[in-house]
């Protein structure tokens, strides 16, 4: 192996492309954690921005009471006004693979109003991103690294023939598949240090955790190592001799196995799986809010006290309007779009389960769901942050309601007790 | 006398064509053997049998390299052998120790002499060991490969037109060394189109015409053109 390494280390084209294939993961490493660190940056502006936006939230919109520390809040104004910011916190690997979270807002801010005509309104597709996707290390691994294998392994044969040598080395090794074996495996060893190093420096750089390092290592070698016995089995085929026809047939195969096939699938899983676009949840969200008001108030509250129980004897309903029914029908409206809610997140699981098949078949998907899962940017990921939204708003909901029903003001004291959004750092 | 290469019935088809028929021939140590034949007439693919490098479907005989049977044993074979291409085999951008080096890696024979000294014996000029072969002559490159035949210590040298496209000093350099391997007990093999360098260096001489080795007198002076294109269309 030691001699095998050093005639390929002795070729300056080698030494450049290992060098281009070191310099494009570190470009593709450190712009990961370049958009990382924005939206840390983001979160933690938001944050700061929060902390000093919410008293004086209470000093703008209290009313004056005996003294100072009697100042009160009407909870229908709180519900109404007070914005909360949830975060999509990317994880301590999410720099590896971006996947959605370029698409999927890091900060979103919400209000006591209805849950999914808010989370789904901020739901856009940017179709820039969309289009190019983010040039990240699943990125560059899924696609650079199998034409790094076709340019150092298409001619494994081939070179040795035409430098008319092939005859010379075959009279020399006593064992052929050991022969090239050696030569297959060198390539692989100096292609998957090339992507493996910067990911060691980076680890060792920002002190990542060693169990997602290992898989992503694990992960790097054996999909470099696909390629590399796929290419070995092309250009040392018995009559591999045409290095331009088999470095023309191994495109096609990345061709199909990187961009023909994937996009093939999804078309089809997104025909098979069809899911609800979030703006139409949105916007039907919003008609059903808007068709509340024209309902008498009686048809919103029947059914939500039917749901709360426990506020149906607290003071009646009187006047044009009334915080009670407004949030009763901003809620009802939620309640009533949450079949078509669980009806999406159960079709985006099926589709992230048939993918999961379809990544025993096609190795660049099984890298791409592999990375994800460990940059924490995956469908089940973002299901979870949606989880972690809706039981905030509940909980929300339900630190809010005694005051909203029963019609007490809130002091100070119960507004600094009102739930926050806690971001773990991973969703 | 110890024969170090000895073939005995080779036969090969070859697209159902006959290339070697029943063919015999021996070479001992410390004997220069050349084989002459016309473009097609099968020298590279008797080479290429006595390598072990033809389907064993194809081919019936047997070939001994130092006693040992190549069909049965073609490592151990193969350790006592060494080949020089046509093209020398050298990769450019490796310098001649190193190439020496490299071939020896793969005959997992390791160093069994020093390199420098083959390469003194070879004749290459000491200026030129650490230079990238891709700056060398084909004749400086003819020596690599036969530095490297005396540093794997090989019995036997199989050459395959090593005078072909060197100039007139560097073929009589290079005839010079296959005298010296000779003299050192190795006994050698050259399949080749010239005729002169051939009578200069061989103790046999045969042709190869309708895959069957014929011996050719070692007499200079009775080799006239006409003498020559006759044996060459195997008529002699």
Redesign the interface.
Known sequence: MKHELTLLLKQRSIISLLFLSLLLTGFSLFNGWQNISHIHAQINEATRAENLRKPDFFEHHSHEGPSDSDKTMDAGELGYYLFHNIYHAPGEWSFIALGNRLVIPSVQRIRLLGLQGQLYDGESHHPEYVMLGSFDYAFLLVFFAPLLCIALMHDLKASEQQAQRLLFLHSQVKEPLYFWGKRVLSRWLLITLTFALPVLVFAGLYKLSLAPLLRVLAITALYIFFWAVLCAAVSLRKRALNANFNAMLLTSIWLMLCVVLPNLSQLWLHYRYPVQDGSQIALQHRQWVHGAWDLPKEDTLRPFYALYPQWKDTPPVTGRFHWKWYFAFQHMADVKLQPQIVEREHTLMQRDRATGLLAWVLPTVWVQRNLEEIAQSNVTHLLAHRKRIERFHTALRHAAYPFLFEEKPLTEQDFQHLPTFESTGSD | MTSLLSVQQLSLLFAGRSILNQLNLTVEAGHVVSVLGSNGAGKSTLL?SI?G?HDSAEQTGNILIAGIDMAQD??RA??H?A?????P?V?G??SAI?NI???L????VGEQKEIATCLTLAGLPETAWHRPCSEYSKGMKQKVMLAFALAKQAKLLLLDEPNSGLDPQATEELNQLIVQCKQRGMGVLVVTHDVLSAIGFSDRLLMLTHGQLAPIALDQSTFTLDRLQRLYQGQA
């Open positions: 290429k390598l490098l073609r490592q193969l350790s052998l080949y020089v291409p046509e093209q085999a990769y951008h490796l190193e080096r490299y071939f890696s793969l005959s997992h």
